[in-house]
């Protein structure tokens, strides 16, 4: 998609567990400090599972396609680029559900939408300008995954390398991985590799000045 002149810039930065894609959308915001950006985490749209028992919820796939409110997140960046204000959903990983609060926010010119399964859905990919790719090693992600779910959710080693072998790697091979094809860019090693950052913000200052 060519973006038109007065549209938000969207770009789609995706990539496994893991991957460095937080890291990598932070540096665009970092390169681009004269522009209005904004962060939109495909992580706020898994669904509102209140309707099961928090025993079913612990056991939902959150590396499926069907573990996301897909309909609404199209939805709202529709509207976001429309300029239109939305309520992003807030979602709840200790009660494993959609929170009651909601995020009230605002359009920007430039929208990043991050997220594992960005890619999987041709509706959401024909709304990005700038599809990419986050590819880092498995051993390197499997490392930042148990560090971070040790240290920011409280969870056992035992407990992150059951999931990542049970759930998470055979997900990652079947939906995450084939999506790599369909990315314009591909950033091996994350937020470090500087070039590629640089390749990136050069591309979306060169629409927005136009």
Known sequence: MTATKGRPIVIGVTGGSGSGKTSVSRAILKALPNHSILLFEQDSY?????????EERLNTNYDHPFAFDTELLIEHLKDLMEYK???????????????????YQEPKEVIILEGILILEDERLRDLMDIKVYVDT????RIIRRIKRDMHDRGRSLDSVIGQYLSVVKPMHQQFIEPTKKYADIIVPEGGKNQVAIDLLTTKVRSILDK
Do not use: G
């Open 137 to 140: 090693e498995d051993d390197i």
């Open 85 to 103: 204000a939305i309520e992003k959903p807030v979602y709840d990983y200790e009660a494993h559900t959609r929170s009651k609060e909601v995020i």
């Open 46 to 54: 898994y669904k509102d599972q209140s309707h099961l028992s928090f």
